[in-house]
């Protein structure tokens, strides 16, 4: 079974940025797409950013899109999301999935930015 582990958040001033990563352990996630969520206090879970087996499609949510970049390094079996320009209403957990269809979690990274 995979296990996802997030790490790099932090608190951070508005405008600065965070590099965010989700190493996997267990299995191979080479041969699936992953993807970032955020869930802000009192909101819904919010998509963010997905990206193929392959890094060659990448999608993102209206409010990050030009913001924020998700890649990933197969050999290293890890995701990463490069969140710049920050600002307030990023502050989230953010959480690392497996899967068009998630079937895996990881436990998130709190991410604070202050203004």
């Known amino acids: 079974q995979v296990q996802l582990v997030e790490s790099g958040g932090g608190l951070v001033q508005a405008g600065g940025s965070l590099s965010l990563s989700c190493a996997a352990s267990?299995?191979?996630?080479?041969?699936?797409?992953l993807g970032w969520f955020r869930r802000a206090p009192g909101k819904e879970r919010e998509f963010v950013a997905a990206?193929?087996?392959?890094?060659?499609?990448?999608y993102y949510g209206r409010d990050v899109k030009g913001r924020f970049t998700i890649s990933r390094d197969n050999a290293k079996n890890t995701l990463y999301l490069q969140v710049n320009r920050l600002k307030s209403e990023d502050t989230a957990v953010y959480f690392c999935?497996?899967?068009?269809?998630?079937?895996?979690w990881g436990q998130g990274t709190q991410v604070t930015v202050s203004s």
């Open positions: 267990g299995r191979t996630v080479s041969s699936y797409a």
């Open positions: 999935v497996r899967g068009v269809v998630v079937d895996t």
């Open positions: 990206i193929d087996w392959s890094g060659g499609s990448k």
